[in-house]
């Protein structure tokens, strides 16, 4: 009863009274929908679940889930505007923008590397775009407002002023490879202020640009403080683990591995037919004699 009361009031209070139910049912959406696809390419590599639909390939054309996502997408968003907002219209489409949404981060990696990742180490990548959109949608949702930079009585110019600084330190976020400190800190100031002020990832764009032998001193606390292994590596590896599955072998290695076989196999043809050919040339030889 309690429960049920908590929900209650929270989608009268905070949904309803401020009309966010139709982000919230995108935010909704988004969730079942990443939860239900996960769920089922992790069943569907299981070999002790031959039985779940698209266990077993026939060969021929993949077509990826991110093209239902795409189009659900593209058919909520259309139908969206033509319902100028009427109830419940506009909250069914926002719901199957988020179902639309959530299949298509889940291959957020193909967008990034255009080959499939899914399973590989730099398919990992789509759990964390997965978690960081929907920490977007539900500060959203709670009501942050990241465009709320102040009113007219405290003038035009700090209005402007206040959303360039935002701007400025979110994307030093982003430089710095602090992508979570970016997404979260662009509603809540403080905490991109704070990732902003923190050294770089030694990999970032800020790193590579501003480190290295330029600040031998920043490069190496860089490295100290983002060093391979750290528990904070760890404790995200488990996390994608725990939601996405844990990841094959990577693409890298996979595609050196077919190169590799490639440049073998081109080497035993080419041994073949230098002695197909020297054999040819002796039986001319022996001809002439």
Request: neutral net charge; charged residues 20%.
């Given at each position: 009863?309690?429960?049920?009361?908590f929900?209650?009031?929270?989608?009268?209070?905070?949904?309803?009274?401020?009309?966010?139910?139709?982000?919230?049912?995108?935010?909704?959406?988004?969730?079942?929908?990443?939860?239900?696809?996960?769920?089922?390419?992790?069943l569907?590599?299981?070999?002790?679940?031959?039985?779940?639909p698209?266990?077993?390939?026939?060969?021929?054309?993949?077509?990826?889930?991110?093209?239902?996502?795409?189009?659900?997408?593209?058919?909520?968003?259309?139908?969206?505007?033509?319902?100028?907002g009427?109830?419940?219209?506009?909250?069914?489409?926002?719901?199957?923008?988020g179902?639309?949404?959530?299949?298509t981060?889940?291959?957020?990696?193909?967008?990034?590397?255009?080959?499939?990742?899914?399973?590989?180490e730099?398919?990992?990548?789509?759990?964390?775009?997965t978690?960081?959109?929907?920490?977007?949608?539900?500060?959203?949702?709670?009501?942050?407002?990241?465009?709320?930079?102040?009113?007219?009585?405290?003038?035009?110019?700090?209005?402007?002023?206040?959303?360039?600084?935002?701007f400025?330190?979110?994307?030093?976020?982003?430089?710095?490879?602090?992508?979570?400190?970016?997404?979260?800190?662009f509603?809540?100031?403080?905490?991109a202020?704070?990732?902003?002020?923190?050294?770089?990832?030694?990999?970032?764009?800020?790193?590579?640009?501003?480190?290295?032998?330029?600040?031998?001193?920043?490069?190496?606390k860089?490295?100290?403080?983002?060093q391979?292994?750290?528990?904070?590596?760890?404790?995200?590896?488990?996390?994608?683990?725990?939601?996405?599955?844990?990841?094959?072998?990577?693409?890298?290695?996979?595609?050196?591995?077919?190169?590799?076989?490639?440049?073998?196999?081109?080497?035993?043809?080419?041994?073949?037919?230098?002695?197909?050919?020297?054999?040819?040339?002796?039986?001319?030889?022996?001809?002439?004699?």
């Amino acid at each position: 009863m309690i429960y049920a009361s908590f929900v209650s009031d929270f989608w009268n209070e905070h949904i309803l009274a401020h009309e966010r139910q139709g982000v919230f049912l995108v935010l909704v959406g988004f969730i079942l929908s990443f939860a239900f696809i996960r769920m089922s390419t992790r069943l569907m590599r299981s070999p002790k679940v031959p039985w779940w639909p698209g266990s077993v390939s026939t060969g021929g054309v993949h077509l990826h889930h991110l093209v239902f996502g795409i189009v659900a997408m593209m058919i909520a968003g259309t139908l969206g505007f033509t319902v100028h907002g009427e109830s419940p219209y506009a909250e069914i489409c926002g719901f199957f923008f988020g179902v639309g949404a959530g299949l298509t981060i889940d291959e957020f990696a193909l967008w990034v590397y255009l080959d499939d990742v899914y399973w590989a180490e730099e398919g990992r990548s789509s759990i964390d775009a997965t978690v960081i959109a929907a920490a977007a949608m539900g500060l959203v949702v709670v009501g942050a407002n990241p465009l709320d930079l102040g009113n007219e009585s405290e003038g035009v110019a700090a209005v402007i002023a206040s959303g360039v600084l935002l701007f400025l330190v979110v994307a030093t976020c982003f430089l710095k490879g602090r992508n979570l400190h970016g997404i979260v800190g662009f509603f809540f100031f403080p905490i991109a202020l704070y990732g902003a002020c923190r050294i770089g990832k030694p990999t970032s764009p800020w790193g590579r640009r501003r480190y290295g032998e330029r600040r031998p001193k920043k490069e190496a606390k860089a490295e100290k403080r983002f060093q391979a292994g750290r528990r904070t590596d760890r404790f995200k590896d488990a996390f994608r683990d725990i939601v996405g599955g844990k990841p094959s072998e990577g693409v890298a290695a996979a595609r050196d591995e077919a190169i590799a076989a490639t440049r073998e196999a081109g080497e035993e043809v080419r041994q073949r037919a230098e002695k197909v050919a020297h054999a040819a040339d002796l039986g001319h030889r022996d001809q002439d004699k």
